[in-house]
């Protein structure tokens, strides 16, 4: 079953940190809201950029960490600065409340991919449960 777990991590550090870099959005001044302008970010950007820097860093965290009571403080405070850095990224300034709900819907693909990996690996399931 590890193995099973080392074969997901790679492949979805790979594909996530592929999605990452070749669609990241470049904002210019006739871009006011990114998406509207390119469907990319939307479906492939936003979803890679929850599985690679909120599962795998909160994976990575829960890994090394020796007190499984912090898990909830840990998982709150990943979510919240990836929240925060993705809002900045695509540069929500007047479409706050749909950008807020878009970031949340998205933000749920990175929390699928935690469970999942917990669930396959033992040693993170001990920490979460």
Known sequence: MIYIYYIWMMASAILSSYG??????????????????????????MPAFYILFFSTLLQVI??????????????????????V???????????VISGIFIVFVASTIGLAHLFISVLLNPILKQKII
């Open 20 to 45: 990452v870099i070749v669609y990241w959005p470049s904002s210019s001044l006739s871009n006011e809201f990114l998406l509207f302008y390119d469907l990319a970010i939307l479906i492939i950007f």
């Open 62 to 83: 829960l890994y090394f960490n020796s007190h499984p009571k912090r898990v909830r403080m840990y998982m709150g405070s990943v979510y919240i600065l990836n929240f």
């Open 85 to 95: 850095v993705l809002m900045i990224i695509l540069g929500y300034k007047e479409y």
